[in-house]
């Protein structure tokens, strides 16, 4: 996986993340969900799903999203894209640090070749 794919995953966790926090502030009984609240979500994943609104590197999260909507509350929900968001921040985040590692070795490699040949 690139790190053009990690951000398309990353920004649909970010904006599904702020969804269910729209939900929750606006949620009663203790952050539970309701038919019409797992309709939305399910709406709202099958719609971006369909018009790839996130790059078509997210139609296995949103199919695994869909399947965990019906079946955790939305704290639960929180709580594991979160984990998710971040998990994808830090593979972004080592998967620059080798790239620039290697940028930085090609670069070293390539100037104490030139003082090879003055």
Do not use: P
């Not at 079946?71 to 979160?82: R, T």
């Amino acid at each position: 996986m690139d790190i053009q794919q990690l951000n398309e995953i990353m920004n649909f966790y970010k904006h599904f993340l702020a969804k269910i926090r729209l939900m929750m502030s606006g949620s009663q009984s203790d952050r539970q969900k309701d038919e019409h609240q797992t309709e939305e979500l399910i709406d709202w994943l099958a719609r971006h799903k369909f018009n790839k609104t996130f790059g078509t590197n997210c139609r296995h999260e949103i199919m695994y999203m869909i399947d965990q909507v019906a079946d955790d509350s939305l704290a639960q929900l929180e709580k594991k894209i979160s984990t998710l968001q971040l998990n994808c921040e830090l593979i972004t985040l080592e998967l620059e640090e080798k790239h620039f590692q290697e940028r930085v070795r090609i670069k070293s490699r390539h100037h104490s070749f030139r003082h090879e040949r003055i």
